[in-house]
C-alpha cells in the first residue's frame, strides 16, 4: 500500500516558474525510481522526467534545461522545480514510483494541474 500526493500546481505566466512536490507514504529511498509524468488536454500520457534510486535523473526532450527532478527522503518528497514555462507545459502532472520485488508494482498519485497562460 502506497499513496502519493502531489500539490504544487495552478496558474502561472509563460517564463514563470513552479516547484511541484509529491509526499510518499513510506521512505522515498525504498523505490528503484520515482518519475513526473504529463498529460495536456487531448494528449496522451508522457513521461517528462525520472530519477532512480541511486540519483540518475534523466529528462524529456522537451523539458530537458529547464525542469529539474529531485528528491528528499528524509522528508519523502519527490519534487519537479519547473523554470521558464511554456504554454505547452500545460497538462496535469502525475507523481510515479516504482517498487521492485518478485514483480514490478508502478503507484500514481491523483495528478496537479499546471497552466501556462498569460
Known amino acids: 500500500q502506497v499513496q502519493l500526493e502531489e500539490s504544487g500546481g495552478g496558474l502561472v505566466q509563460p517564463g514563470g516558474s513552479l516547484r511541484l512536490s509529491c509526499a510518499a507514504s513510506r521512505s522515498t529511498s525504498s523505490f528503484y525510481a520515482m518519475a513526473w509524468y504529463r498529460q495536456g488536454p487531448g494528449k496522451q500520457r508522457e513521461l517528462a522526467a525520472t530519477i532512480t534510486r541511486g540519483g540518475t535523473t534523466n529528462y524529456a526532450d522537451s523539458v530537458k534545461g529547464r525542469f529539474t527532478i529531485s528528491r528528499d527522503n528524509a522528508k519523502n518528497t519527490l519534487y519537479l522545480q519547473m523554470n521558464s514555462l511554456k504554454p505547452e507545459d500545460t497538462a496535469v502532472y502525475y507523481c510515479?514510483?516504482?517498487?521492485?520485488?518478485?514483480?514490478?508494482?508502478?503507484?500514481w498519485g491523483q495528478g496537479t494541474q499546471v497552466t501556462v497562460s498569460t
Open positions: 510515479n514510483a516504482q517498487l521492485r520485488d518478485l514483480v514490478t508494482r508502478n503507484y
